[in-house]
């Protein structure tokens, strides 16, 4: 069974840094180009960072360039999101998935909650 599970939110003050982890199980994870996804009610869901599935090429959403790194450990089947500079407009849900610009993607998990602020 595919199953993901995303840790590692928190309430922190701005400019302030937090991990985050994606544990994922029942999926060939290093086959897959994975992604992290945010989500608010204003905005909806949105791209923040992709990596591909070997070979360590990522992607950056412009409004976390410089300041989010994306990585994955494929032994692990884990994928990370190391955040500094936090900003109170980073607050949202954060999601890993497939990357869905390559194909279709797994059962969401629950998300972990990201709040910034003073």
């Known amino acids: 069974q595919e199953q993901i599970v995303e840790s590692g939110g928190g309430l922190v003050q701005p400019g302030e840094s937090l991990k985050l982890a994606c544990r994922t199980s029942?999926?060939?994870?290093?086959?897959?180009?994975m992604a992290w996804y945010r989500q608010t009610p204003r905005i909806g869901r949105e791209l923040v960072a992709a990596?591909?599935?070997?070979?360590?090429?990522?992607e950056y959403a412009h409004f976390v360039e410089g300041r989010f790194a994306i990585s994955r450990d494929n032994a692990k089947r884990t994928l990370y999101l190391e955040m500094n500079s936090l900003k109170a407009e980073d607050t949202a849900i954060y999601y890993c998935?497939?990357?869905?610009?390559?194909?279709?993607?797994?059962?969401w998990g629950q998300g972990t909650q990201v709040t910034v602020s003073s």
């Open positions: 998935n497939r990357d869905e610009r390559y194909g279709a993607q797994f059962p």
């Open positions: 029942g999926i060939n994870f290093e086959n897959y180009a």
């Open positions: 990596i591909v599935a070997v070979g360590g090429f990522t």
